[in-house]
């Protein structure tokens, strides 16, 4: 009881700092115990917003482990159908017109704060909920694709067959639109992790870091605030969670 | 006379059916698993009645507001009430021996959640699947 | 203002049959698509996670332009107050159901979860063009049927003009809708601006224009509506004109796009790279769907022809088809830039043109639209009074005749078709006024 109490006065004071533009400014002490798992039975609250650092030095072209972890995890299947199969997170190789250099990077939802998909979609089953991830509501969406129309990243699929043997933390079938869930089943569980950071770490290549970019005292705020990072098409102002460094 | 009468034989027939339909759905094989527990999370007439809502309900605070609480979570449902079958495999929700579509099919109403969810345990049929590999 | 033009109830005949049992069949292609997408998802079309509005998506758009075009006749004798054009009035308000319900269909079928259709009509996100489009449709449909409830009962006949003009903003409205589903989508460069909404107008009104004429040959042809020669004149120039718009906001956008650098990869894609869209672009869009027209259209010969005039129609259909093709499947083909400075590749086809071959069961569920509308148009026909019983010369002129004190003087010829001309380049509404009421 008294914990809860507790955590009202620190949203209360996130709130006003987040307010006055200065959350980074707040001593890192009132907020030690934000990145704890939530009770099962509390909402995700917007005193979280949940990311990923992708780091483009420590991503190693011939790996494919965070791809290969995330289509376990979510048991999604290869029909062998490359134009319609499911990517929830692919490796993208970029090579600079100018120098010839090529780097890798892992792909994902972008998770903004100001979604395109969420904008489009007519039944709002695209949504972003109160942690900053962006979501798809499979019991209202209605297979219109208008969100993958709408998203810069190509971040979404659309499920062109019918699924058997779901994995029941990530429920999925024909007919629906889904993406990234930045392993919401996790985020919810408190284990303040995703598939592909996990399985990118046990790598040995830390390229991808998740966290509350909320907290400032998250590892992810300190190198956010350390190096250079950056948005993909920043040009469009959406504010993404997922950010980049090296590129 | 002949206008009660025209009232109360469809009436009549009406209860017949009716309870004849009962006595079927008391008939059917439920198929659920009851070693795993001694009472489910409501009464078992509530939940004859009203599992739809709970469930959808559920569905709702779990995927917008990440609210994960067992107690109505389909998870729930499936893992205590899942009875395996004779090979120690579990069922899925196409097959008349999971306990959600006996009874469905007799009542006439379509199940979405298998459209989307698992209709079996997780953990445990893949557990099951390796042993008879092994 | 009556209605002076006698109206018939279509009977059952040898055109009826034929064309009766060609929708039918379209249909029943168009279900069978539908069960066998429903039944094993949309792996087996075309569209995949690259391009994933194809063919219907074409189909339905295109149905659904025609259908605020088809409007237009109505509009130009209720809201513009061209007489002449009054008997056509009621069969141009008809053929906007018809063809509205056959697009929404193919959309609807489209859909990865068309059983959820409730949800879409309960369950709304005011930001999203889709859910003001729903009520774009639906309170269409009712307008529409109110405007035509207003023509078939005499008693009512003078709220012609005020519901007319009504439902002339709306179907401005609703095509603009449809446009901007386009024209909001930030990410795509090929969508990127809002000259989308009054090319889907422009549109519209070309290609409803010439959805009516081929009707009304059909008419003339086969159920015996004779159709005189000027209203083949009169649609000539109303063709004329349209084509001269489409093309003209087509120029514009694309001269737009190469203005702005970043958007020159586009329009190398689309016009100089001679992959499928150009071609399509050039050949079809350009040249069999605009200079053919025209060059009809403006043949001493063929021009003063009910048959050549079809012909050019024709051409504008299937040039208005191509242009919706181009425009909705070269915008998701062309790949998009992530990183600036970078090319880009992936298993998801990042930094390539992505490909899209459409399937014979999109093909299918587009006809069977085209199909339902068909069919509903020859029910209607059937049951009420839409068709006039003559559009020969005389009985366009008596419709002409201004109600108040009979003067002959504009039902004729230049002077009608010069107004004509003006009133419909404004767009103005507010040009009815004087003898609408």
């Known amino acids: 009881m008294k914990k809860y109490k507790i955590k009202l006065d620190r949203r209360s004071f996130l709130k006003k700092s987040g307010m006055l533009g200065m959350a980074t400014l707040a001593p890192g002490v009132m907020l030690q115990e934000l990145a704890h798992g939530r009770a099962p039975d509390e909402p995700a609250s917007s005193k979280n917003r949940w990311g990923l650092l992708i780091d483009a030095n420590q991503c190693s072209e011939e790996c494919n482990a965070c791809v290969t972890a995330c289509n376990e995890e979510h048991g999604i299947e290869d029909f062998g159908r490359p134009t319609t199969d499911t990517q929830y997170i692919r490796k993208l190789k970029l090579t600079n017109e100018s120098s010839g250099e090529s780097l890798t990077i892992p792909m994902m939802c972008q998770h903004c704060e100001n979604p395109p998909c969420v904008d489009v979609c007519p039944t709002g089953a695209s949504f972003i909920r109160a942690d900053g991830i962006v979501l798809v509501n499979k019991h209202t969406c209605i297979g219109c694709r208008y969100c993958m129309m709408s998203c810069p990243y190509k971040a979404r699929s659309f499920i062109h067959e019918n699924l058997e043997n779901q994995v029941p933390h990530t429920p999925r079938g024909k007919g629906c639109v889904e993406s990234c869930n930045l392993c919401v089943h996790k985020v919810d569980n408190g284990e303040n992790t995703t598939a592909c950071s996990e399985a990118c770490s046990k790598e040995g290549h830390q390229a991808i870091l998740f966290g509350d970019i909320n907290d400032p005292d998250s590892e992810i705020s300190k190198k956010l605030n350390k190096y250079k990072t950056t948005e993909v098409r920043s040009d469009l102002g959406l504010n993404t969670a997922v950010r980049y460094r090296g590129i | ?134 | 203002m009556r209605d002076k033009t006698d109206y018939v109830i279509v009977e059952f005949s040898k055109a009826i049959l034929i064309y009766g049992l060609i929708a039918l069949s379209l249909i029943g292609l168009g279900f069978y698509s539908f069960i066998t997408l429903e039944h094993e998802g949309h792996w087996i079309t075309g569209m995949n996670n690259q391009v994933v509005w194809g063919l219907p998506h074409v189909f339905a758009i295109f149905l659904i332009i025609a259908a605020s075009g088809v409007l237009n006749i109505a509009s130009i004798s209720s809201v513009f107050n061209i007489k002449m054009y009054k008997p056509l009035g009621r069969l141009s308000a008809l053929l906007a159901i018809c063809l509205l319900t056959g697009g929404l269909i193919v959309l609807v079928l489209d859909l990865g979860r068309p059983d959820r259709l409730i949800v879409a009509m309960t369950t709304f996100n005011f930001k999203s063009i889709f859910a003001w489009n729903v009520f774009l449709y639906s309170g269409f449909m009712a307008v529409v049927a109110l405007y035509l409830w207003m023509m078939f009962e005499a008693r009512y006949n003078k709220f012609i003009g005020k519901v007319g003009t009504f439902a002339f903003a709306w179907r401005v409205t609703l095509t603009t809708g449809t446009g901007s589903i386009f024209a909001f989508l930030v990410a795509k460069e090929a969508y990127n601006g809002a000259l989308l909404a009054p090319l889907f107008i422009a549109l519209s009104l070309l290609v409803g224009t010439a959805v009516f004429y081929k009707i009304l040959f059909w008419m003339d042809r086969g159920l015996d509506i004779p159709m005189g020669s000027e209203i083949v004149k009169r649609f000539r120039k109303l063709l004329i004109y349209f084509i001269f718009t489409v093309f003209y906001i087509t120029v514009l956008s694309h001269l737009t796009n190469l203005y702005v650098t970043k958007n020159h990869g586009y329009e190398f894609f689309l016009l100089f790279s001679l992959n499928t869209y150009s071609l399509l672009f050039w050949g079809c869009q350009m040249i069999i769907g605009t200079l053919f027209p025209l060059l009809i259209l403006y043949n001493k010969k063929l021009s003063e022809s009910a048959v050549g005039i079809l012909y050019a129609s024709i051409l504008v259909l299937f040039g208005g088809f191509t242009m919706l093709y181009v425009i909705i499947i070269s915008g998701q083909a062309f790949p998009l830039d992530l990183f600036p400075g970078y090319s880009e590749s992936s298993t998801f086809y990042d930094g390539v043109e992505a490909a899209y071959i459409p399937s014979v069961y999109e093909l299918m569920l587009g006809l069977g639209g085209v199909g339902i509308s068909a069919a509903i148009y020859l029910f209607a026909i059937m049951v009420l009074d839409f068709t006039p019983k003559s559009l020969d010369n005389d009985a366009i002129a008596l419709a002409g005749i201004p109600d108040p004190e009979p003067k002959i003087e504009e039902n004729k010829e230049e002077p009608a078709d010069e107004e004509s001309k003006e009133e419909l380049s404004e767009e103005n509404q507010d040009n009815k006024q004087p003898k609408a009421d």
Not at chain 2, 88 to 112: D, M, N, R, W
């Open chain 2, 1 to 134: 006379m002949y206008k009660i009468l025209s009232i109360k034989i469809p009436l009549i027939l009406f209860l017949a059916l009716y309870s004849g339909s009962s006595i079927t759905h008391e008939n059917i094989n439920h198929n659920i698993d009851a070693s795993s527990g001694d009472k489910c999370v409501e009464p078992t007439d509530v939940m004859r009645a009203q599992h739809h809502i709970f469930i959808n309900h559920q569905s709702h605070e779990t995927v917008v507001n990440g609210i994960r609480t067992k107690k109505y979570s389909l998870k729930n449902c499936i893992n205590c009430h899942i009875k395996p079958l004779a090979d120690g495999t579990y069922p899925s929700a196409k097959s008349e021996e999971h306990f959600c579509t006996a009874c469905h099919i007799a009542a006439a109403a379509q199940v979405e959640c298998f459209d989307c969810h698992a209709s079996k345990p997780y953990k445990k049929v893949a557990k099951k699947e390796e042993d008879a590999q092994n």
